[in-house]
Each structure stands twice: as C-alpha cells, then as structure tokens.
C-alpha cells in the first residue's frame, strides 16, 4: 500500500475544530508547524467560515459573580463548554464584557483592569497596554455602569492592513467632543487620531464592525440630528451611512404618531448592518422595530424584519439586539444586552420562546464567534 499522500494533510487538518488541532500539534514536530502556520491558521479560519462550521454562542455571564463564561454550538446549542474570563468577577468590582468578536477573537473590556483580546478557543489572552495618562486622564466616567456615554468602544479587524483593531472614545471634559484613539495588534500601540464629530447621548451596545468599518449611533454635535455613522479603519475617517424608513408603512401598532423613538442600537445580522428602534413613548403599546440594510450603503435596500410589541414579548424588550440567525433563517436570537434572558423569535408565526441551555447561566449576553487559531498578539 502507498503512503498517505503529504499534500492531502493540511486539507484534511483544516476541517476539524480547534479543540482536536491542538491535541494534533503533539503528534509531530512537522504536524505542530504546520498548525501554527500562518497560512494554515488562514485556511482553516477561511474553511470554518466558508462551511459554517465551528461556529459557537458565546454566553457572558450577567447576573452572578462567576469567573468562568461559557459557549455552545450554535445550530445545536450543545456541547456546552466553559473557560475562564480574562477578568476575575469580584462582588465590589466592575465586571468585564465583551465588545465585538471577529475570526475567533473575542475583545473583552473592564473598567478598573483595562482591554484583552481573547481567543477562547486556544484559550490565549493578550493584555493591551494602557493608554498614555495625558489622554486616559481627561475624560469623564459615570463610576457602576455597564454602558456610559463617557467610554464608547468598538473592535474589529482592518482587512487591507490585515491588522485587528480597537477604538476607545473618551468624552473630553473642557471639549465637546470625544478623543479617539486607535489600537492596533500589529504596532501593540495605541495612538490618537481625529476627535470623533458626533456626540453619542445614549449608550447601550459597542460599535458594529461590518465592511472595514466600526458603526455607532450617534448625534450630529450641531444640529442634533440622529445619525447611524462609521469609521473606517484603514482611512480613519468618519461617515454617515444612509437611513431609510424609520416606521413602518402598516404602523402595527394602530398609532396616528409614531414618529419619536427613545433609542436605536446598531448591530451585524446575518452579515448585514442592523439597526432596532425602541418606541417606548408610542401612545398606543411599546414596541421595538428592527431593520436589516441589504446591501451595504444602498438606503433603499433598508427591509423592516420584525415587530415586537411588549404584550408579545417574553423578555425585556428594551434595548433589543439581533444577534444571528438560525441555521433554517427561520428564527432570530434577540438579546437585550444587559443581562436579561435572550430569546428566539420566529419570524414566520412571531412567536417566541427563551433560550435555554442545560448547565449554563439563564441571564446572559451573547454573541457568536467562530473557533479559530488566530494569535491574540
């Protein structure tokens, strides 16, 4: 019988999960090159994505003081699993959370301890350096929150440079402005860019990374006006991204005036920009309305997905998020983003249940990321 063609392994490696790759670096001195190759790091990233495989719910704790997160399958909602946060949760601290996920990196903020990209499929963690003191001391803080408008955050990855990014936004105290600084993994630096030209008065989700860009909602410092605005990560510079319709045509809620919302979060879903729009102050019954743009910058291409009002609701339906899809495109995972239960809508009969996974914490923020071997540093 002939050998087991050489060329064929990379192939065939590529196509398992992490947890077996690492096992398999200890088999061979050339099979734990060929794992930690860069260009092998890239192919089985580029096949996990490409399949859908790998990929997992991560769900941070909200509630209890529990160093350890967990993660599931995400199709499946099995095989639950649980490692360490890159943050210890004490009683009289602030607690850590996660600010965005991207080709398995996992950027995790804590007030009092600082910023960490995480893998937690290697299970490694790279601690980023502090900011210089002239610019981390000018800046106002509300001291308790899980959200401020002081300390507006954002991570993703700069494909050009192919280079991970983080964006902190500090409010200045004598300018009304934010200062922003940039961090990138390639440097390990920070370093100040231009002042941020839109105020962010409300705060409950981190930036949105899609198309090299990291989006936030924001308000024009002038005029007010409530914007949907990005910033590009290789050019550094601000833009605003059409809007389409704020409510819809049918207006389900029978409401003569519907027009004011007290809030809107944007966010990725299904590989699209987002957003949902609470109508609390609507005179008739609160609701929440969330939008997908389908194609990236074409106004017209806004589609309203759903409709929730309070009564039909089983969580709290304040400061709603998307966070995926399920695998039939049948179901949407909504979350509040604050530690509330999350749950499914089902976009055919709106019918909804709460997520339940045997084993793990019930009140939990989520997100999805997918398994990889990419280098925290």
């Known amino acids: 019988m002939s050998p087991f063609p050489t060329d064929m392994i990379p192939n065939i490696l590529c196509r398992l999960p992490v947890k077996t790759l690492l096992r398999f670096k200890c088999v061979s001195k050339p099979w734990g090159s060929l794992i930690d190759d860069s260009h092998f790091v890239k192919s089985h990233l580029h096949q996990s994505l490409k399949t859908n495989n790998n990929v997992k719910l991560f769900l941070d704790n909200g509630a209890e003081i529990d160093d350890n997160a967990y993660a599931v399958d995400f199709d499946s909602l099995n095989n639950l699993v649980q490692f360490p946060r890159p943050f210890t949760a004490e009683i009289t601290k602030y607690r850590s959370r996660i600010i965005g996920s991207y080709n398995g990196l996992l950027a995790v903020y804590h007030r009092e301890e600082g910023i960490a990209l995480w893998n937690p499929s290697t299970r490694k963690c790279h601690y980023l350096p502090a900011l210089d003191e002239d610019i981390s001391m000018d800046h106002d803080t509300i001291s308790g929150y899980n959200y401020d408008n002081s300390t507006i955050l954002g991570f993703g990855y700069d494909n050009i440079t192919e280079d991970y990014k983080v964006v902190k936004m500090l409010r200045s ?45 924001g308000d024009e410092i002038l005029s007010g006006r409530n914007v949907i605005f990005g910033l590009h990560l290789n050019t550094e510079e601000y833009f605003e991204v059409p809007e389409g319709k704020r409510i819809s045509e049918d207006k389900k809620c029978g409401a003569y005036y519907c027009e004011g919302f007290s809030y809107m979060n944007v966010g990725v879903l299904g590989g699209c920009l987002c957003v949902s729009r609470d109508f609390s102050s609507c005179p008739i019954e609160d609701h929440v309305n969330i939008w997908v743009m389908k194609e990236y910058g074409v106004k017209e291409s806004w589609t309203e997905l759903l409709y929730l009002s309070r009564n039909q609701w089983v969580t709290n339906i304040f400061h709603t998020r998307a966070v995926g899809y399920a695998r039939d495109g049948n179901k949407v995972l909504l979350d509040d983003g604050g530690g509330q239960q999350p749950a499914w809508f089902n976009l055919e009969d709106e019918s909804s249940h709460l997520l339940c996974i045997p084993g793990a914490p019930q009140l939990v923020s989520t997100i999805i990321f997918v398994e990889s071997l990419v280098s925290v540093s």
């Open 173 to 217: 105290k004598t300018q009304n402005c934010f200062k922003v600084t940039i961090y990138s993994q390639k440097s390990n630096t920070w370093r100040r860019i231009k002042d941020c030209p839109y105020d962010i008065p409300t705060n409950y989700n981190d930036g949105a990374y899609i198309n090299n860009a990291i989006h936030w909602v």
